[in-house]
């Protein structure tokens, strides 16, 4: 299995669609709307990161003799 | 006259050499009737026509490759070499390849093929999975050189520079190039890194395109547990892949599309999403000042009442206190009037008079305090607490005296002179 990425992006934006339609709906006390707007906005600049992520090479999966994966740079 | 008398194996072996010798390797056009599947694999048949029947024979390591299932009915090209077998005397076509002829043994196999598959439920609406709409990794099946390829990562590039894109290179067409394509779309189940694939090729003919028509590359696809697009050949292509992948992508580069959504796009529909968050969290403020400022002038109201209150008890503490202060201040004046009053009376010449004193003046009225003041004969006047005298003066006396404190003090503290 390789390493996933910590922060799935989907998982991000859900998060944050979930924050905000929390803050529009319900009728939160104040401090914790304080707590999921400061949330919201992490996530928003995060998610923000990751989209200005510049492009990625190409690599090839390779299974190796002990029958693992692994990947590998792919010339083209 | 000369009859050559043949043994029947003789004759049999005879025409054998005649029948196989005349008819090398051919090929054979007609119909399918007794077709027979032997547990054995070898299959049996007959080839027949308006006019005549071709008994055949498809030997288990000839049949092994056959694309379609022969049945009854069926036209079909034959190829094979005649031989006889003596023991029945029989000859037959000993078949080496059968193609149904007509529509083609492709177009055969692939309509068998989907039908079957269909009804073990490949095709399936339900089955489809959804694609995830952001993924991480995009895994590609497909040929290392060639269009395709360069197309899907040229494309996901430039849509969605983020995602990542593993190649498990394969061949797209030929012999063997099923089993390739199978196996990579099972590598990347078993390695489970990737979040969607493309499978697939460029353009070309059935017969190119038809390693993705083989029942092992659908099995593959079936079993995938990562989403699988397909995208073989041209527009109008429709492979066995593209019925079973949850999605068919018409090309290469639509597939990519497919794939991966537009970063520009994300980025936009974030700051929609943040800008919702602030003017959201902005209304909730405004509401709390809002409620602050309520809540103040409350508490100002409130505060100004009490102060109101307080004053007004402060008042009537005092008030209370200046009556009483007046009243006992009353009665202390009272006391002090009734004092003076007592001190005055006794100060009173008529109480004096009244303890037995008399007031002695001069008919000029001048008070005789001192016995210089009067000689021997003068008329004085006495006034007593009750009526008065007119008296002359006999003697005086001008030594006598009532003692008093002071002369009593005298006599203490002064020397006697």
Same mark, same amino acid.
Request: glycine residues 12%; proline residues 6%; hydrophobic residues 25%.
């Given at each position: 299995m390789p390493k996933k990425k910590t922060e799935n992006f989907e998982a991000l934006c859900r998060r944050l669609e979930e924050i905000v339609q929390r803050l529009e709906d319900e009728q939160l006390p104040l401090e914790e709307s304080i707590k999921l707007f400061t949330e919201g906005v992490t996530l928003a600049s995060k998610a923000r990161a990751r989209l200005e992520e510049g492009e990625k090479t190409v690599q090839k999966l390779i299974r190796t003799i002990d029958q693992k994966f692994t990947l590998e740079e792919l010339e083209s | 006259m000369n009859f050559t008398i043949y043994t029947v194996t003789e004759l049999t072996r005879q025409v054998k050499d005649l029948i196989e010798e005349g008819f090398p390797q051919l090929w054979v056009e007609g119909e399918i009737s007794n077709f027979v599947h032997h547990g054995s694999g070898h299959m049996y048949f007959s080839l027949k026509d308006e006019g005549a029947v071709l008994r055949a024979v498809f030997f288990r390591q000839y049949n092994s490759r056959l694309l379609f299932r022969p049945e009854n009915g069926m036209q079909v090209l034959a190829r094979g070499t005649l031989s006889v077998y003596e023991p029945s005397g029989q000859y037959q076509l000993v078949v080496s390849e059968l193609r149904p002829s007509g529509i083609g043994a492709l177009q055969i196999a692939f309509e068998q093929l989907k039908a079957r598959l269909a009804a073990e439920g490949f095709?399936?609406? %339900?089955r489809k999975r959804p694609l995830p709409s952001f993924p991480e990794v995009v895994g590609v099946v497909t040929s290392?050189?060639?269009?395709a390829v360069r197309d899907i990562i040229s494309v996901i590039s430039r849509r969605c520079p983020p995602t990542e894109i593993v190649l498990c290179p =394969?061949? =797209?067409?030929? %012999?063997g190039a099923a089993e390739e394509i199978a196996e990579g779309i099972r590598a990347f189940g078993l390695w489970g890194g990737a979040d969607v694939l493309i499978v697939g090729r460029g353009g070309g003919s059935l017969e190119d395109l038809w390693a993705f028509n083989e029942e092992v590359v659908a099995r593959a696809i079936y079993h995938s547990p990562v989403p699988v697009i397909s995208a073989v050949g041209h527009q109008t292509d429709f492979t066995i892949a593209d019925f079973v992948a949850d999605l068919r992508a018409p090309t290469p580069s639509a597939a990519a599309e497919y794939a991966v959504p537009e970063a520009a796009e994300l980025v936009l529909s974030l700051e929609d999403m943040l800008l919702r968050l602030i003017g959201v969290q902005r209304s909730i403020l405004d509401t709390g000042v809002q409620r602050i400022d309520e809540l103040e002038r409350d508490i100002s109201v409130k505060r100004l009442t009490l102060r109101l209150e307080q004053h007004q008890q402060d008042r009537r503490a005092l008030v209370d206190r200046l009556k009483r202060a007046t009243v006992s201040r009353l009665e202390a004046a009272k006391l002090d009037w009734a004092r003076l009053r007592e001190s005055l009376d006794a100060l009173n010449p008529a109480a004096v008079l009244g303890r037995g004193f008399s007031i002695v003046r001069t008919p000029e009225g001048e008070v005789v305090s001192?016995?210089?003041q009067v000689s021997v004969g003068r008329e004085v006047e006495v006034i007593l607490s009750r009526g008065g005298l007119e008296c002359r003066v006999e003697t005086v006396h001008p030594e006598k005296k009532i003692k008093t404190i002071a002369d009593l003090d005298d006599g203490v503290h002064r020397p006697r002179s």
């Open positions: - | 095709f399936d609406e %339900e290392p050189t060639g269009a =394969v061949r =797209v067409q030929g %012999e001192n016995s210089d």
